[in-house]
Every structure is written in structure tokens, then in C-alpha cells.
């Protein structure tokens, strides 16, 4: 059976969690997203959680340093060890060099291209189920009952804090300079498969998927 090492790149808003989620349950494989974990950390108020969370509301990345150890420890459990999908993570270039320290190969690198203005347009209608962390969107996906999670039945969905304006293009401002030379460096690794983000969530699913279909 291949083995699937897998990440997501691309903007804030690119729609990495909903394809990360959708290739998973295909393949298989755990979702390995940093910003899920983080939040959850946030959520219990752990140390590592109070630490981040004053990065995170100001749409600021986290010290590398943080979420590389979250990363190192999730990947070592059981579940991880036939294959991921990596949805968040890595942002800037030391993390690609401590994934890569870390003796992880990634097989194929799914870049989701958006615009910017695409991306203020969907993190700006953005809700979140603040109990199972499901994501809707108020014109492109709406829950199916107003304001009640179509996952958990969780009555209250939510903007996060970092979708707020101001959080947006500071994000915005962090990708370009942090995150997008990481392009770049995965095509080198020729790892690198580009995949347009625009278009019904589906369709996109597709064509991730059969870009996959060459590994
Ligand atoms: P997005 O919807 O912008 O892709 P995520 O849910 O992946 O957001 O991440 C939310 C926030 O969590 C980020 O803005 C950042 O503060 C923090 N975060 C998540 N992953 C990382 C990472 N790999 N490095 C640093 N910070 C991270
Ligand atoms: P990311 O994890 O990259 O930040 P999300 O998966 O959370 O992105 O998606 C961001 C927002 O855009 C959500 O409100 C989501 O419902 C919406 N969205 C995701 N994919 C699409 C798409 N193909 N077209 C329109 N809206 C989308
Ligand atoms: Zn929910």
C-alpha cells in the first residue's frame, strides 16, 4: 500500500482545512493540522495554549520553536505512522528544515492557489463551530439550520478572532513574507503539485486527488 506524506499549502482561507479533511477520510490517514491543535490548546488553557494564544489573536504566526514540538509529538504517535496529511504546517522555512531534520520526506506538497482578495472574501464570511472546530462559510457554505453546527449540534457558530479585519491582513502580510517562499523550496524538492482553489469545494477535491494518483 503506497504511503501517504502529505501537506497543504497556500493562504489563510485557501480552503487547506476543508480539503485536508475531505483527503484524509479518502486516504485514510490522521489530519495533522497545527491550527486545530493550537486552538484546542488555547481552549483547555494549557501552558503551551496561553503561550500561543497571544500570537494567534493578533493573526500572528507562533514561535517556530512551539509548534515544531507539537508537531514532533503528533507525528510519533501510532496513527502517524503510515502516513498524514499536514494542513498549517510548516509555515516558515525553519520548520520545513525541522520536518525535514525530523526524517519525515514528504511525498507531494498540494499548493491551493487563491487570490488575496478571494482570501479577505472567505475568511471574512468564515464561521466556526467553537465546539468540534467544523467550518462553514455565511454565503459559500452555510450551516443547513441558521447558527447550529451540521456536525455536533452545537447551537452558536462563531468568527474567529484572527478572521477579524485587521487579523486578516496581517496574516495576509505573514504568508507572502513566511510562507510563500516555501513554494519555492518544495518545488526544488520536487514535491510540488499546484492546484487552483477556486471553484465549487469539490471540484478542487478532485483535482488534488488526481494529482495524487502519480504518487
Ligand atoms: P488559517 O486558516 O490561517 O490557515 P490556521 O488555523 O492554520 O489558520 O492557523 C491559525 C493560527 O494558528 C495562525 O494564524 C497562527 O497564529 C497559528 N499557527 C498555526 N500553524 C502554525 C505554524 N505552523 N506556525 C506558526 N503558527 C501557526
Ligand atoms: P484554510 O484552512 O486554508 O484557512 P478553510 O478550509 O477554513 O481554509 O476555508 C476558509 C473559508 O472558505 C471557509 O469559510 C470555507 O467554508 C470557505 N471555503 C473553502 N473552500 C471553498 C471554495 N472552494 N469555495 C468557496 N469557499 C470555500
Ligand atoms: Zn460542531
Same mark, same amino acid.
Given at each position: 500500500?503506497?504511503?501517504?506524506?502529505?501537506?497543504?499549502?497556500?493562504?489563510?482561507?485557501?480552503?487547506?482545512?476543508?480539503?485536508?479533511?475531505?483527503?484524509?477520510?479518502?486516504?485514510?490517514?490522521?489530519?495533522?493540522?497545527?491550527?486545530?491543535?493550537?486552538?484546542?490548546?488555547?481552549?483547555?488553557?494549557?501552558?503551551?495554549?496561553?503561550?500561543?494564544?497571544?500570537?494567534?489573536?493578533?493573526?500572528?504566526? %507562533?514561535? *517556530? !520553536?512551539? #509548534? =515544531?514540538?507539537?508537531?514532533?509529538? &503528533? @507525528?510519533?504517535?501510532?496513527?502517524?505512522?503510515?502516513?498524514?496529511?499536514?494542513?498549517?504546517?510548516?509555515?516558515?522555512?525553519?520548520?520545513?528544515?525541522?520536518?525535514?531534520?525530523?526524517?519525515?520526506?514528504?511525498?507531494?506538497?498540494?499548493?491551493?492557489? %487563491?487570490? *488575496? !482578495?478571494? #482570501? =479577505?472574501?472567505?475568511?471574512?464570511? &468564515? @464561521?466556526?463551530?467553537?465546539?468540534?472546530?467544523?467550518?462553514?462559510?455565511?454565503?459559500?457554505?452555510?450551516?443547513?439550520?441558521?447558527?447550529?453546527?451540521?456536525?455536533?449540534?452545537?447551537?452558536?457558530?462563531?468568527?474567529?478572532?484572527?478572521?477579524?479585519?485587521?487579523?486578516?491582513?496581517?496574516?495576509?502580510?505573514?504568508?507572502?513574507?513566511?510562507?510563500?517562499?516555501?513554494?519555492?523550496?518544495?518545488?526544488?524538492?520536487?514535491?510540488?503539485?499546484?492546484?487552483?482553489?477556486?471553484?465549487?469545494?469539490?471540484?478542487?477535491?478532485?483535482?488534488?486527488?488526481?494529482?495524487?494518483?502519480?504518487?
Amino acid at each position: 500500500m503506497t504511503q501517504y506524506r502529505l501537506m497543504m499549502l497556500g493562504p489563510p482561507g485557501a480552503g487547506k482545512g476543508t480539503q485536508a479533511k475531505r483527503i484524509a477520510e479518502r486516504l485514510d490517514i490522521p489530519h495533522v493540522s497545527t491550527g486545530d491543535m493550537l486552538r484546542e490548546a488555547r481552549r483547555k488553557g494549557t501552558e503551551l495554549g496561553k503561550k500561543a494564544a497571544e500570537f494567534m489573536n493578533a493573526g500572528d504566526l %507562533v514561535p *517556530d !520553536d512551539v #509548534v =515544531i514540538g507539537i508537531v514532533r509529538e &503528533r @507525528l510519533e504517535e501510532e496513527d502517524a505512522a503510515g502516513g498524514f496529511i499536514l494542513d498549517g504546517f510548516p509555515r516558515t522555512r525553519p520548520q520545513a528544515e525541522a520536518l525535514a531534520e525530523m526524517g519525515v520526506e514528504l511525498d507531494a506538497v498540494i499548493n491551493i492557489d %487563491v487570490s *488575496d !482578495d478571494e #482570501v =479577505i472574501n472567505r475568511l471574512g464570511g &468564515r @464561521l466556526s463551530c467553537p465546539s468540534c472546530g467544523a467550518v462553514y462559510h455565511e454565503e459559500a457554505k452555510p450551516p443547513s439550520k441558521d447558527n447550529i453546527c451540521d456536525e455536533c449540534g452545537h447551537e452558536g457558530l462563531i468568527t474567529r478572532d484572527d478572521d477579524r479585519p485587521e487579523a486578516i491582513k496581517q496574516r495576509l502580510k505573514g504568508y507572502h513574507k513566511q510562507t510563500a517562499p516555501l513554494i519555492e523550496f518544495y518545488e526544488k524538492e520536487g514535491v510540488l503539485k499546484n492546484v487552483s482553489g477556486v471553484g465549487d469545494p469539490n471540484s478542487v477535491t478532485e483535482a488534488i486527488v488526481s494529482e495524487l494518483e502519480d504518487l
